[in-house]
C-alpha cells in the first residue's frame, strides 16, 4: 500500500534555530501534500495544504514566513519552522494523496518537535 | 509495529439510517485508538478516543465506538444519520509514540 515517510520522528532544539521536516510519499505521486499541527489533546489543524509546483495555501492564522513550505517535487514537501520559539513546540503531521478528492490521504508517523 | 486499516473507502447510508464505519488496527502494545471526522476543506477533529477502561467510548455529535481487543477493532457507528454527518472519517491507533492513520472513509447520506 501506499506509503508516506516523515523524517524526522522527534526533535529537539534550542530556540531560535530553524527545523526542517520531510515528508516523502514512497511508492506514489503525491500532487498534494497536507501540514497538520496537533496541540497536546487538541484535535488536528490544518496548517498548509500544498501542492506541487506550485505556492501552498495556507489556513488562517497560519504565518506564512513563519512556516515555510516547498513542495518541489511529486514525492517531497518540507516544512521549515523558522526561527524556532517554544510555543512552536508541537506534533507535526504531513499526508499526501494523488490527484482527486476521491483519493485517500496517506499520513505520515508524524514529528515531535521541542523547542527549549 | 502498528497499522490501521479502514475497510471502505467511501460508505453511502440513507438518512435516518444506521451508520457503521470499520476499523481494525494492529499494535505490539496496548493501544489508544482515536477517530477523527474531517469536513471539506477543514482539519481532523477529534470525535472519540479510548485509552483505558470502558470499552464502549461515546464521542460527539452522538457517535460512539467500541474497542474490541479480541476483534483488534474499534468500528465507529451512530444510530440515525444525518445529512451533516458527511465527512470523511480517520481511525488512528498510538501504540508507544507514534501515531497511525487509516486511510479515510468518505461517508455519504442520502437524502
Known amino acids: 500500500g501506499a506509503v508516506v515517510s516523515q523524517h524526522p520522528s522527534r526533535v529537539i532544539c534550542k530556540s531560535g534555530t530553524s527545523v526542517k521536516i520531510e515528508c516523502r510519499s514512497l511508492d506514489f505521486q503525491a500532487t498534494t501534500m497536507f501540514w497538520y499541527r496537533q496541540f497536546p489533546k487538541q484535535s488536528l489543524m490544518l496548517m498548509a495544504t500544498?501542492?506541487?509546483?506550485?505556492?501552498?495555501?495556507?489556513e488562517q492564522g497560519v504565518e506564512k514566513d513563519k512556516f515555510l513550505i516547498n513542495h518541489a517535487s511529486l514525492t517531497l514537501s518540507t516544512l521549515t519552522v523558522t526561527s524556532a520559539h517554544p510555543e512552536d513546540s508541537s506534533f507535526y503531521i504531513c499526508?499526501?494523496?494523488?490527484?482527486?478528492?476521491?483519493?485517500?490521504?496517506?499520513f505520515g508517523d508524524g514529528t515531535r518537535l521541542s523547542i527549549l | 509495529a502498528q497499522s490501521v486499516t479502514q475497510l471502505g473507502s467511501h460508505v453511502s447510508v440513507s438518512e435516518g439510517a444506521l451508520v457503521l464505519l470499520r476499523c481494525n488496527y494492529s499494535?505490539?502494545?496496548?493501544?489508544?485508538l482515536f477517530w477523527y471526522v474531517q469536513y471539506p476543506n477543514q482539519g481532523l477533529q477529534l470525535l472519540l478516543k479510548?485509552?483505558?477502561?470502558?470499552?464502549l467510548v461515546k464521542g460527539i455529535n452522538g457517535f460512539e465506538a467500541e474497542f474490541k481487543k479480541s476483534e483488534t477493532s474499534f468500528h465507529l457507528t451512530k444510530p440515525s444519520a444525518h445529512m451533516s454527518d458527511a465527512a470523511e472519517y480517520f481511525c488512528a491507533v498510538r501504540g508507544d509514540q507514534k501515531v497511525t492513520f487509516g486511510t479515510g472513509t468518505k461517508l455519504q447520506v442520502i437524502p
Open positions: 499526508s499526501a494523496r494523488l490527484t482527486g478528492d476521491n483519493q485517500p490521504q496517506h
Open positions: 500544498s501542492n506541487e509546483g506550485s505556492k501552498a495555501t495556507y
Open positions: 499494535s505490539s502494545v496496548p493501544p489508544y
Open positions: 479510548y485509552t483505558t477502561g470502558a470499552t
